[in-house]
């Protein structure tokens, strides 16, 4: 029997299994990758959309942060296979905050050291260090990620 792909389900979500993204989720996404580049311009290489070969299917993240090297313009895979020190994942309405936090083991198995999960509907944002062990930041505190010497404010993250 034939596998029946959901008519409702557009090519970029089947693609990156994760729903479109709103204006709401691309400025925070924008905010993020912004204000890393800003407080840190000499010290991380940030990029959106990445294709990360996690298992058992592959991720893309919102937002990865790579230690900073230069561009290779003659060898750009479409696919990484080396870990991001940083994965931001930006809750969408349609993701259940379980759908978020279970997408954590393939980030580490795979050797993330850092992952965020933004939830914009509290702006907040859980830092995890490992699987099980995060730290809850919301309101207009500065977000600090111990593991990566990383401070934002989150009202510049969530303007």
Known sequence: MEAMIDQDVSAYERERNKPIPTLL??????????ELK????????????????????GSTPD?????????????DP???SDAPLLVVEIQS????????????????????????IVLPDIRAILVYDSPS???FFHDDVVLTDQKLAVELSLKNIFS
């Not at 937002?63 to 060898?75: G, R």
């Not at 309405?93 to 965020?116: I, N, R």
Request: some cysteine; hydrophobic content about 40%.
């Open 25 to 34: 989720h691309g400025a925070i996404q924008f905010n993020i990758g912004f």
């Open 38 to 57: 800003i407080a840190y311009p000499n010290r991380f290489r940030i990029a959106s959309e990445v294709l990360l070969d996690t298992k058992p299917v």
């Open 63 to 75: 937002v990865v942060l790579y230690p900073l090297t230069e561009l290779d313009f003659k060898h």
């Open 78 to 80: 479409s696919r990484r």
């Open 93 to 116: 309405a349609s993701q259940s905050t379980k759908e978020m936090v279970d997408k954590l083991d393939a980030y580490f198995d795979f050797g993330v050291s850092s992952c965020w």
């Open 133 to 135: 062990h995060y730290k």
